[in-house]
T-cell receptor, first 113, second 113 residues
């Protein structure tokens, strides 16, 4: 039968605070990393990406940091808003055009007004 | 509007009754894939296709079939559904040489009794 599902890690923040969501990836050969946001009842939505030759990339209110030494990825959201409440997934992509995405378990971000 | 559509959005069926979940994209993307999402396990790839008539297994292909007769459509077929295939299914598409522009469909929630 099916295994019992684990609860998602959760992060609860106050509106206006900064949020940091962490992710450990598995394959040191992965050359591309992506963060997705998934709101309730919807499919994952691209937020920001970073290539393995970079260690930081900034978008609008979001920053992704990559630490290849410890295979760690983080997503920072500045001035978190209620609309940021969602599940956030990191994904790593293998080398090559057909390289599939491997998704992390996800972190649920809850923003308190 | 660029989009990936899936049908049906919700389906309750019984063990052994063949079903098909359709997926269609209007962006002329070469790469399409199917994922299932289960609590605590994240998104896992079932099958993918790099172009018409080119399909390959993902991480959890058992019990599923796909076909890619046309570029825009990538149906997921469950020949004999079982309760462990109860899940939330997402179709996704992207250009072959890009990953950041992967678009996900809205999801299909399948329950197999």
């Amino acid at each position: 039968g099916e295994s019992v599902g684990l609860h998602l890690p959760t992060l609860s923040v106050q509106e206006g605070d900064n949020s940091i969501i962490n992710c450990a990836y598995s394959n040191s050969a992965s050359d591309y990393f992506i963060w997705y946001k998934q709101e309730s009842g919807k499919g994952p939505q691209f937020i920001i990406d970073i290539r393995s030759n970079m260690d930081k990339r900034q978008g609008q209110r979001v920053t992704v940091l990559l630490n290849k030494t410890v295979k760690h990825l983080s997503l920072q959201i500045a001035a978190t808003q209620p609309g940021d409440s969602a599940v956030y997934f990191c994904a790593e992509k293998g080398i090559g055009p057909g390289g599939k995405l491997i998704f992390g378990q996800g972190t649920e971000l809850s923003v308190k007004p | 509007e660029a989009q990936v559509t899936q049908n049906p959005r919700y389906l309750i069926t019984v063990t052994g009754k063949k079903l098909t979940v359709t997926c269609s994209q209007n962006m002329n993307h070469e790469y399409m894939s199917w994922y299932r999402q289960d609590p605590g396990l994240g998104l896992r790839q079932i099958y993918y296709s790099m172009n018409v008539e080119v399909t390959d297994k993902g991480d959890v292909p058992e019990g599923y079939k796909v076909s890619r007769k046309e570029k825009r459509n990538f149906p997921l077929i469950l020949e004999s559904p079982s309760p462990n295939q109860t899940s939330l299914y997402f179709c996704a598409s992207r250009p072959l040489l890009a990953t950041d522009t992967q678009y996900f469909g809205p999801g299909t929630r399948l329950t197999v009794l």
